[in-house]
């Protein structure tokens, strides 16, 4: 999860309101007209030129600068933009942190991406092995009927520092950008000199409120962050079908976990006015207990978005929270951490109560229990040894790897005796930023509930060549099969220095 700094989102802006992009259903393809049907309903920003359009997924953020006062149709890359990004979100400019994106000179369809290194400094373009796009496009829009330049973009969540899995915070960037027009003529910031300070960037809330199919959801707890609680078995795991925006394989559970309430259930008992409710927790082998804790949500006020508290009363009711209200999380019955749970199976039961003359009961027909198989504990992972031959290479130590076929065999564990390892990596680490793989294994559902292996000899036969001589990192990492229902969470690494020479 990414760590923030502040919780910003709740104070005020200077000079600026946040912008709020809106959840695109399905992918959008850059190559199809923005009239297309696709940019329907996205968040809308006005600036002096045009109109910013803004769209998010689990995976990527898609803005389009619909420059309507940019009617001339000149070719080249003489019209540009630049689209900048706070990474850290700390308001100001960090050196090889904070991203520039620009165009390739002469390619208007291909995105370059550059570091700050100050104040209208950027290191030169860095190697294209980005996954975000640009494309342009001249034509009309929802904005204009005259035709004009329109800029659509397809940023990676991962390169500008921004997840959706962010459980204690609604997911936000700041940004800025520039548009220049040959014909006619005009260069215009958004804010003024936004790649000189940072202070004034404006804020983008990204959305992080899918439609679920209502067929998935559960009748009362629709699902645990957006993993829809029909999607999980028996034994507390889930899996989400193939090509769904959060993916769940055999998964358990961990970390922060929100349940949220089936979106029609919730509204019917608003309105007969059952809204207050218990929330229950079984562990294994133990007796059912009130499951008590305390939460923030942010709801929209129409402007910005404002911090609410929630918890239980003195007897352990929760008050439902209005439906009809923009909340970052909508129909969030209960947010509670997980962390110092034992691993295991876990029951857990919402309740909701209706008024019979002065007494609150509990309504049947309104209750759900869901088994959730919780474990925040991360593999172990160890590198056992080292061998040259039979001979121990201990840690630090310069070895001399004589002509083929010798070499060095290594050791590992990846080991999770609850049976949640999702993968594991061997590689090293030399030179200049190289790596080279060494051994890899990742879950499949075949495995079931794969606790990994002990003691495994890598390779199986013969032995391990450096590719030149150099000093190395050995590094075995392992990666936990859980989620917080909005992504997996959990990842471990041992490693192990030494010098290997070619005689």
Known sequence: MAKLRSLSITSPIVFALPFKSEWAQVPIDLDAPVNSGAWDDAGTLKFSRGVVLAKNDARFLYLALDVVEDTGNDTGTNDYFWLTFDVNRDRAITSNSDVNYALYP?????????????????????????????????GSSMNSPNSHRIWKFKIDLSEINVAISWPLSTPYTYFGFRVKSSNPGFTTDFPGNFYKDFAK????????????????????????????????????????????????????????????????????????????????????????????????????????????????????????ADPSKDY?????????????LLPGLYSISVV????????????????????????????????????????EVSACAIETIGNPPDGINFRITAFDPQGNLRGVSFYATYGAGQSTSIYSEGYDSSKGNWQGFSNLLIPASGNWRPPQSCAYSFIVSATARTTNGYGYIGKVSNHRNLTLLLG
């Not at 609150?360 to 991360?378: E, F, K």
């Open 352 to 391: 909701f109560y209706k008024r019979v003359g002065f007494v609150d009961l509990p309504d049947p027909t309104a209750s759900q229990t869901i088994d959730l198989y919780i474990d925040n504990h991360l593999p172990e992972v160890n590198i056992e040894s080292i061998k040259h031959g039979r001979t």
């Open 201 to 320: 960037l404006r804020q983008l809330v990204l959305s992080r409120k899918p439609t679920i199919p209502s067929k998935d959801l559960g009748p009362l707890i629709g699902s645990v962050g957006l993993i829809p609680s029909t999607k999980i078995n028996a034994s507390g795991r889930a899996t989400t079908d193939s090509g769904y925006f959060v993916p769940a394989d055999n998964a358990a559970f961990g970390g922060t976990l929100n349940l949220i309430g089936n979106r029609v259930k919730m509204q019917n008992l608003w309105t007969s006015g059952q809204k207050k409710y218990q929330v229950h927790i079984t562990p294994p082998g133990g007796s059912a207990q009130k499951l008590i804790s305390n939460w923030s949500n942010y709801r929209w006020n129409g402007s910005t978005y404002i911090l609410e508290t929630f918890g239980p009363s003195s007897l352990g009711f929760y008050e439902l």
């Open 106 to 138: 002469g390619q208007p369809n291909k995105l370059g991406k550059q570091k700050y290194l100050g104040p209208g400094r950027w290191t030169g373009l860095l190697p294209d092995t980005s996954l975000s796009e640009v494309r342009q496009e001249f």
């Open 328 to 340: 970052s999380i909508d129909d969030l019955l209960i947010q509670f951490p997980t962390t110092a």
